[in-house]
């Protein structure tokens, strides 16, 4: 070899994730990287020459396991605030919608985000970034929503890039402007979608803020017409789309985002066949959520049977946010993916490496394979299935983000 590698990891458990199906598994592996990007990965027996010679830093795993580095596909990380007096009311009888109704929810958040300064909801929204990576997370999404004003909007997405920065992880941005009604726009949503279609889609565009956008189709939301609005606008400026769909009941989002190649849609428990269809054939990421699913109590699954049967690509998120999944382990949604929407442990890791990877439009991580980035992650584990068994506990031995770590 010409130049040392920068790292090597050898005696380890290499979950690849490079098939259609299994892990991919190689055992007795090796794993090194240079300049951010994987330079070998297979059997310790193929290594071209001795360990030490090869790389500069060598780490033994001693048999553990290392997997690609985790995505988080759906979080609304940043905000201001927290919305635990909800959780109370939710507890005892208040359904989402009445809190929503009577003046909480998404609009409670979008008081807080507001009045907070950029500094300050850097600095609230940090340390749930940094929970997410020492689970094991090397790429997160963060979506705006909780401003439902330009420069509220464009300051919760200016958060989201600075905290890709400050701690030097992947985040893909969506401006989900197109959450909930802005207040001053109350009893014209028209009105507002306009608003978002012509002054503020086109500024945050023109500021490269946003890598997708999004909506929230629902009866508490946005309809379908005005969904398909966003969706034209997001498209008229080069942007993919994403969609809250099918949560709390079926208005025909699914089949809106399938028809526009949407990267994914999100939530889904009250799809039917007909919607796993067209998402197989536009190759629309079904993305599950099960924390939302467990705070909100619900008791509708998403029909997993037919999604597998065509063949739509399952990806697990955390859903983070304020008021229906607080939650900051991407291991414990894929924990709560297999026991509560019964994914096998295959499919939540590949739900939260090779599928959440396609949910945002990314196709150099997500696999252990040469040329990837270099996004790995060494446990306290053995096999991979140990990732979604436990509920909880720090596994991650060694988070590895573009080569650092």
């Known amino acids: ?22 892990y991919g598994t190689i055992e007795n592996g090796a794993i090194g990287w240079k300049d951010g990007r994987i330079a070998f990965v297979g059997p310790m027996a193929t290594l071209p020459d001795a360990p030490q010679h090869l790389a500069r830093h060598v780490e033994a795993a001693q048999g553990a396991l290392v997997t690609p580095g985790l995505i988080d596909c759906h979080t609304h990380l940043v905000f201001a605030g927290d919305r635990a007096g909800e959780f109370e009311m939710r ?4 359904s ?43 790429t997160l999404e963060i979506k705006s ?12 997405l200016r958060v989201a890039r600075r905290i890709g920065e400050e ?30 279609c012509h002054v503020m889609l086109p500024a945050i565009a023109r500021e490269s803020l946003a890598d997708a956008v999004d909506a929230f189709c629902e009866g508490i ?28 009941s079926r208005l025909g989002g699914a089949a809106l985002a399938a028809h526009y190649h949407a990267l994914s849609a999100d939530h889904l428990e009250w799809i039917d066949e007909a919607d796993a269809l067209a998402m197989g054939a536009a190759g629309t990421v079904a993305v599950l959520l099960p924390g939302a699913f467990v705070c909100l109590r619900e008791t509708r699954l998403p029909p997993i049977h037919a999604l597998r049967a065509h063949g739509v690509a399952m990806a697990v998120a955390t859903d983070c946010n304020p008021g229906t999944s607080p939650l900051l382990s ?21 739900g939260a490496t090779v599928h959440a990877a396609k949910a945002l439009g990314l196709a150099d991580r997500g696999r252990l394979a040469v040329g990837l980035r270099a996004d790995l992650v060494l446990w306290e584990a053995r096999e991979p299935a140990a990732l979604s068994y436990w509920l909880g506990g ?7 983000v573009g080569g650092n770590g």
């Not at 790292?7 to 299994?22: F, P, R, S």
């Not at 507890?91 to 208040?94: D, M, N, P, S, T």
Request: proline letters at 2%.
């Open 1 to 22: 070899m010409s130049e040392l590698w920068d790292a090597l990891i050898v005696d380890a458990q290499l979950a690849t994730l490079t098939g259609d199906n299994g």
């Open 91 to 94: 507890l005892q009888g208040a």
């Open 96 to 138: 989402y919608e009445h809190i929503a109704k009577a003046g909480g929810g998404i609009v409670s958040s979008v008081r807080a985000t507001r009045a907070a300064s950029e500094d300050e909801l850097l600095a609230q929204s940090l340390p749930r970034a940094r929970e997410l990576l020492r689970d094991g997370v090397t």
């Open 145 to 156: 929503g909780y401003g439902l004003d330009l420069d509220s909007e464009m300051k919760m």
């Open 167 to 196: 701690l030097g992880v992947g985040v893909r941005t969506t401006f989900l402007g197109a959450h909930a009604l802005a207040p001053e726009f109350a009893g014209r949503a028209d009105d507002y979608i306009d608003h978002l």
């Open 221 to 248: 939301g946005f309809t379908l017409e005005q969904t398909r609005r966003v969706f034209d606008a997001a498209h008229a400026h080069g942007l993919p789309v994403k969609l809250h769909a099918e949560q709390l």
């Open 330 to 350: 991407l291991r414990l949604a894929m924990a709560l993916a297999c026991a509560q929407f019964r994914l096998t442990p295959e499919e939540a890791l590949r």
């Open 394 to 400: 720090a596994l991650a031995r060694r988070v590895v």
